[in-house]
Protein backbone atom coordinates (compact mmCIF):
# COMPACT_ATOMS: atom_id res chain seq x y z
CA UNK A 1 0.00 0.00 0.00
CA UNK A 2 3.04 2.55 0.90
CA UNK A 3 6.10 2.40 -1.50
CA UNK A 4 9.26 4.09 -0.22
CA UNK A 5 11.84 4.63 -2.70
CA UNK A 6 15.64 5.59 -1.92
CA UNK A 7 17.91 7.83 -3.73
CA UNK A 8 21.15 10.01 -3.49
CA UNK A 9 23.57 7.33 -2.18
CA UNK A 10 27.26 6.18 -3.75
CA UNK A 11 30.59 6.99 -3.38
CA UNK A 12 32.32 10.17 -2.09
CA UNK A 13 35.79 10.98 -0.81
CA UNK A 14 36.23 11.74 3.09
CA UNK A 15 35.00 15.45 3.62
CA UNK A 16 32.60 15.35 0.81
CA UNK A 17 29.23 16.13 0.69
CA UNK A 18 25.67 13.77 -0.38
CA UNK A 19 22.17 14.24 -0.10
CA UNK A 20 20.32 11.29 0.45
CA UNK A 21 16.02 11.22 -0.48
CA UNK A 22 13.05 9.49 0.45
CA UNK A 23 9.88 9.58 -1.09
CA UNK A 24 6.99 7.64 0.18
CA UNK A 25 3.49 6.91 -1.91
CA UNK A 26 0.66 5.06 -1.21
CA UNK A 27 -2.19 4.93 0.75
CA UNK A 28 -0.72 7.73 3.16
CA UNK A 29 -3.43 10.14 5.77
CA UNK A 30 -0.73 11.07 7.55
CA UNK A 31 2.96 10.76 8.32
CA UNK A 32 4.05 10.92 12.16
CA UNK A 33 7.58 10.21 12.00
CA UNK A 34 10.77 9.97 9.48
CA UNK A 35 13.81 8.76 9.98
CA UNK A 36 17.45 7.35 8.37
CA UNK A 37 18.97 4.74 9.54
CA UNK A 38 22.19 2.81 8.56
CA UNK A 39 23.81 -0.43 8.45
CA UNK A 40 27.32 -1.28 8.03
CA UNK A 41 29.01 -4.46 7.30
CA UNK A 42 29.19 -6.82 10.26
CA UNK A 43 27.34 -4.31 12.67
CA UNK A 44 23.71 -3.89 13.64
CA UNK A 45 21.63 -1.08 11.94
CA UNK A 46 20.96 1.83 14.27
CA UNK A 47 18.86 5.12 13.85
CA UNK A 48 21.08 8.29 12.01
CA UNK A 49 18.57 10.59 12.19
CA UNK A 50 14.27 11.14 12.94
CA UNK A 51 12.15 13.94 12.44
CA UNK A 52 8.78 14.01 13.64
CA UNK A 53 5.48 15.56 12.10
CA UNK A 54 6.37 18.65 14.11
CA UNK A 55 9.43 18.79 12.82
CA UNK A 56 11.51 17.81 15.66
CA UNK A 57 14.05 15.74 15.14
CA UNK A 58 16.79 13.88 16.83
CA UNK A 59 20.33 12.78 15.97
CA UNK A 60 23.16 9.78 16.97
CA UNK A 61 26.18 12.09 18.68
CA UNK A 62 28.32 10.75 15.73
CA UNK A 63 26.88 12.73 13.29
CA UNK A 64 25.58 15.77 14.95
CA UNK A 65 26.74 18.88 13.46
CA UNK A 66 27.73 17.22 10.21
CA UNK A 67 24.06 15.69 9.06
CA UNK A 68 20.83 17.70 8.33
CA UNK A 69 17.51 15.84 8.48
CA UNK A 70 14.60 17.63 6.76
CA UNK A 71 11.06 16.70 5.14
CA UNK A 72 8.96 18.61 2.49
CA UNK A 73 5.56 17.58 3.41
CA UNK A 74 3.83 18.50 0.40
CA UNK A 75 6.02 15.85 -1.54
CA UNK A 76 6.25 13.51 1.33
CA UNK A 77 9.40 13.12 0.88
CA UNK A 78 12.76 13.00 3.81
CA UNK A 79 15.81 14.12 3.08
CA UNK A 80 19.12 13.41 4.69
CA UNK A 81 22.45 16.12 3.94
CA UNK A 82 25.27 14.66 4.94
CA UNK A 83 28.56 16.93 5.22
CA UNK A 84 32.37 16.10 6.28
CA UNK A 85 31.91 12.80 5.22
CA UNK A 86 33.81 10.20 7.28
CA UNK A 87 35.12 6.59 6.28
CA UNK A 88 33.01 5.39 9.51
CA UNK A 89 29.82 6.93 7.79
CA UNK A 90 29.57 4.03 5.06
CA UNK A 91 26.84 1.91 5.08
CA UNK A 92 24.01 1.23 3.64
CA UNK A 93 21.45 3.58 4.43
CA UNK A 94 17.53 3.00 4.87
CA UNK A 95 14.65 5.53 5.39
CA UNK A 96 11.99 4.56 7.76
CA UNK A 97 8.43 6.13 7.92
CA UNK A 98 5.93 5.90 10.36
CA UNK A 99 2.80 6.76 8.16
CA UNK A 100 -0.99 6.42 9.10
CA UNK A 101 -3.90 4.96 6.29
CA UNK A 102 -7.24 6.49 6.57
CA UNK A 103 -8.68 4.83 8.82
CA UNK A 104 -6.01 5.89 11.27
CA UNK A 105 -3.71 2.63 11.45
CA UNK A 106 -0.07 3.29 11.57
CA UNK A 107 2.41 0.94 10.27
CA UNK A 108 5.93 0.99 9.67
CA UNK A 109 7.81 1.10 5.84
CA UNK A 110 11.14 0.78 5.04
CA UNK A 111 13.10 2.17 2.31
CA UNK A 112 14.69 -0.50 0.01
CA UNK A 113 18.21 0.63 1.14
CA UNK A 114 21.17 2.93 -1.01
CA UNK A 115 24.66 2.42 -0.27
CA UNK A 116 26.88 5.03 0.92
CA UNK A 117 30.74 4.88 0.34
CA UNK A 118 33.53 6.90 2.17
CA UNK A 119 36.83 6.76 0.78
CA UNK A 120 39.62 8.06 -0.70
Known amino acids: QVQLVESGGGLVQPGGSLRLSCVAS????????MGWYRQAPGKQRESVAT???????DYTDSVKGRFTISRDGAKNTVYLQMNSLKPEDTAVYFCLFVISDFSWRPSIYWGQGTQVTVSS
Open 26 to 33: GNINSIHR
Open 51 to 57: ITSGDST
